[in-house]
């Protein structure tokens, strides 16, 4: 079975554009979370969503948003980049919420010049 | 605020030997606590994890040990491979937030030496 899937892989903006990331969860789960890995550093949550229902949002700017579809991909859009917002964002799925683990893809790398 | 701490940011351990990884936490609403193993260019990958209402959890060569009255855990890597050499994070949740967020650790690097 697949896992967790990704795209792009990489991606190169400019400060003020705007980006979409994309991602497919393992077949069978629901929820689809978003996480942002600056260097150095841990993933941080951004969102959770679970039957197209947001789960949770970390501490983010509403310039952050995302969706989940009915088949359970979901998109992160980031507006008005920042050099800041250059990450390595991963998405994890999971099958249900709840004291369960995630199962991560391999991420996004946005750089943002 | 850092809720899951991950000191001694580094670990250079001869193969064979024991990798024993350190975890700290703040928020005791915490009940679920994982581990991480992260090679360069892909995504975590789940280890092992452990729940609050235990205090140790085998899975092969790892051992996580939880003491809730220190808040705090740890991972034992035994006997420790070259193909261990990877970032491992720990992580922690609060099942009863209708979401499983995870609070993550900035890491730990672990080098194995052949």
């Known amino acids: 079975d697949a896992g967790v899937t990704q795209s792009p892989t990489h991606l190169i903006k400019t400060r003020g554009q705007h980006v979409t990331l994309r991602c497919s969860p393992i077949?069978?789960?629901?929820?689809v979370s978003w996480y942002q890995q600056v260097l150095g550093q841990g993933p941080q949550f951004i969102f959770q969503y679970y039957e197209k229902e947001e789960r949770g949002r970390g501490n983010f700017p509403d310039r952050f948003s995302a969706r989940q579809f009915p088949n359970y991909s979901s998109e992160l859009n980031v507006n008005a980049l920042l050099l800041g917002d250059s990450a390595l964002y991963l998405c994890?799925?999971?099958?249900?919420?709840?004291?369960?683990?995630?199962?991560f893809g391999s991420g996004t790398q946005l750089s943002v010049l | 605020d850092q809720q899951v701490k991950q000191n001694s940011p580094s670990l250079s351990v001869q193969e064979g030997r024991i990798s024993i990884l350190n975890c700290d936490y703040t928020?005791?609403?915490?009940?679920?606590f994982l581990w991480y193993k992260k090679y360069p260019a892909e995504g975590p990958t789940f280890l092992i994890s452990i729940s609050s209402i235990k205090d140790k959890n085998e899975d092969g060569r790892f051992t996580v040990f939880l003491n809730k009255s220190a808040k705090h855990l740890s991972l034992h890597i035994v006997p420790s491979q070259p193909g261990d050499s990877a970032v491992y994070f720990c992580?922690?949740?609060f099942g009863g937030g209708g979401n499983n967020r995870l609070a993550f650790g900035k890491g730990n690097q672990v080098v194995v030496i052949p």
């Open positions: 994890a799925s999971s099958r249900v919420v709840g004291n369960e683990k995630l199962f």
């Open positions: 992580a922690a949740s």
């Open positions: 077949s069978g789960h629901k929820s």
């Open positions: 928020n005791s609403m915490f009940d679920y």
